[in-house]
């Protein structure tokens, strides 16, 4: 089980090309342990290049927050996973629930875009969470191993998985950790099991602030968080760096 901590960030659509200046600013001056922590920021594409070259010859790393399937075509309004190379992302985020429910991916479109984010050399972060009305009717378990088992190839190295359950995300709710101990367990264990895979990252999404990040970090074995909003808050980024 791998030591290092992910902290994600993911920016959504947000911030101008001033604010976004003022933020990596603001995050080049924490001073984190590079060797034991990755700092990743995932702007929204536009704001790519720009981060790109505000990073260059520090210890923050860059992200998108999602690709085509294809790598070039007629694919109007899409972004291609080879320019992401170009612009020296390290990692995409695939499958988050916002492009499952407002673009329609499926499981089998994210596979795609898996298979082809890692033939390009790129670490894909794998977004997989249940609803609300899944969580309640007790569905959850079965919903997560489906969205493992349809996601992710067979056999990789190593996998990094982000569980967002869709009722945290922005709602401020957090699961306990308990909850979130037996997705752990749960993903190793499906993971190991049908896919051979036991090099794992798992971290986890929704509603992450600096308080409740620590709290998850001293109670779980998790490897680090996908953060949305506390992400464009620099003295929250602040306190869950310098904890890690
Ligand atoms: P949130 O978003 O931290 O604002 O809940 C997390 C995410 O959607 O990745």
Redesign the pocket.
């Known amino acids: 089980m791998s030591q290092v901590k992910l902290i994600v960030s993911?920016w959504k659509m947000n911030l101008n090309f001033i604010q976004t200046r003022k933020l990596i600013n603001g995050l080049k001056k924490i001073k984190f342990n590079s060797s034991t922590t990755k700092n990743i920021i995932c702007p929204q594409f536009l704001l790519i290049p720009l981060v790109s070259e505000l990073i260059k010859k520090t210890n923050i790393l860059v992200g998108a927050q999602d690709c085509h399937q294809n790598t070039a075509g007629a694919f109007t309004g899409d972004t291609s996973v080879e320019l992401l190379k170009k612009m020296n992302c390290k990692y995409v985020i695939v499958g988050?629930s916002?492009r499952r429910q407002y673009h329609n991916e499926t499981d089998d479109i994210i596979k795609q875009k898996v298979d082809l984010i890692l033939s390009f050399g790129i670490k894909p972060i794998i977004c997989v969470g249940e609803s609300l009305k899944d969580r309640k009717n007790k569905k959850y378990t079965k919903v997560i191993k489906e969205q493992l088992s349809n996601c992710i190839p067979f056999g990789l190295n190593n996998v990094i998985i982000a569980y967002?359950p869709i009722w945290?995300?922005?709602t401020g709710l957090v699961p306990t950790i308990e909850e979130i101990v037996e997705i752990h367990d749960l993903t190793t264990n499906f993971l190991k099991k049908s896919k051979k895979i036991n090099q794992l990252n798992f971290l986890y999404?929704?509603?992450?602030n600096a308080d409740n990040f620590m709290d998850i970090m001293q109670n779980t074995n998790i490897n680090g968080a996908?953060?949305?909003?506390?992400s464009l808050k620099i003295n929250e980024m602040n306190k869950i760096l310098t904890f890690c």
């Not at 999404?205 to 992450?208: A, E, K, L, M, Y």
């Not at 996908?226 to 506390?230: D, E, F, H, N």
């Open positions: 993911n988050h916002e967002e945290s995300i922005g999404g929704g509603s992450v996908l953060i949305g909003g506390s």
